[in-house]
């Protein structure tokens, strides 16, 4: 089955930063890209990040261009965002999502399945 | 602002047809990017409804369906359900950001 889930969400002052976990089984996150996608309290979805199935490939929504990074471990099939100088603006829950096609960069593929999401508070 | 534009929100009464729209520009929907939809309930992730425009995923019911028109994208939901009231995003790329884009979402109300 396959199946995301992400952790590594808390509670965190402003300036500082968190490390998210998106742990994949049912595919190995080396033959499928994966995206990260978050939602502010009351607020529609929002897409942050994605890293390419390679690993040779990333791409950064412009509100976090620079501050946030991904990397990813394949021996535990796993994928991680860098969060650093965090906001109270980057409140937020985080989903981790696999691109839909393996072995793809492509622009049109979609998001499936989602991981369960984790909640990130910014706050002093 | 999202790039995507939809209704906040629509309603129907159980049985009934109703259509989201989903807006774009000539940086995404126009240039010719798949549109893809999700619902998305409180609490759990977003589900794939739609991928590719108008294509279903298994499992998802016929009463599902999407359409693409220019720089607009609907998704028609027929014989409305109460479990199908959700908010429902659309989803493409748009290359004048780099990057993937969200509706701001649809509430969908069952009467």
């Known amino acids: 089955q396959v199946q995301l889930v992400e952790s590594g969400g808390g509670v965190v002052q402003p300036g500082k930063s968190l490390r998210l976990s998106c742990a994949a089984s049912g595919f190995t996150v080396s033959s499928h890209g994966i995206h990260w996608v978050r939602q502010a309290p009351g607020k529609g979805l929002e897409w942050v990040a994605v890293?390419?199935?390679?690993?040779?490939?990333?791409n950064y929504a412009d509100s976090v261009k620079g501050r946030f990074t991904l990397s990813r471990d394949n021996s535990k099939n796993t994928v991680y965002l860098e969060m650093n100088s965090l906001t109270p603006g980057d409140t937020a829950v985080y989903f981790c999502a696999r691109v839909s096609a393996p072995y793809s960069n492509n622009r049109y593929n979609w998001f499936d399945p989602w991981g369960q999401g984790t909640l990130v508070t910014v706050s002093s | 602002q999202s790039v995507l534009t939809q209704p906040p929100s629509v309603s129907g009464a159980p049985g009934q047809r109703v259509t989201i729209s989903c807006t774009g520009n000539s940086s995404n929907i126009g240039t010719g990017y798949d549109v893809h939809w999700y619902r998305h309930l409180p609490g759990t992730p977003p589900k794939l409804l739609i991928y590719?425009?108008?294509h279903r995923p298994s499992g998802v019911p016929d009463r599902f369906s999407g359409s693409k028109s220019g720089t607009s994208v609907s998704l028609a939901i027929t014989g409305l359900q109460a479990e199908d009231e959700a908010v429902y995003y659309c989803q493409s790329y748009d290359s004048s950001l780099s990057g993937w884009v969200f509706g701001g979402g649809t509430h969908l109300t069952v009467l």
């Open positions: 590719g425009n108008s």
């Open positions: 890293i390419s199935h390679d690993g040779k490939n990333d």
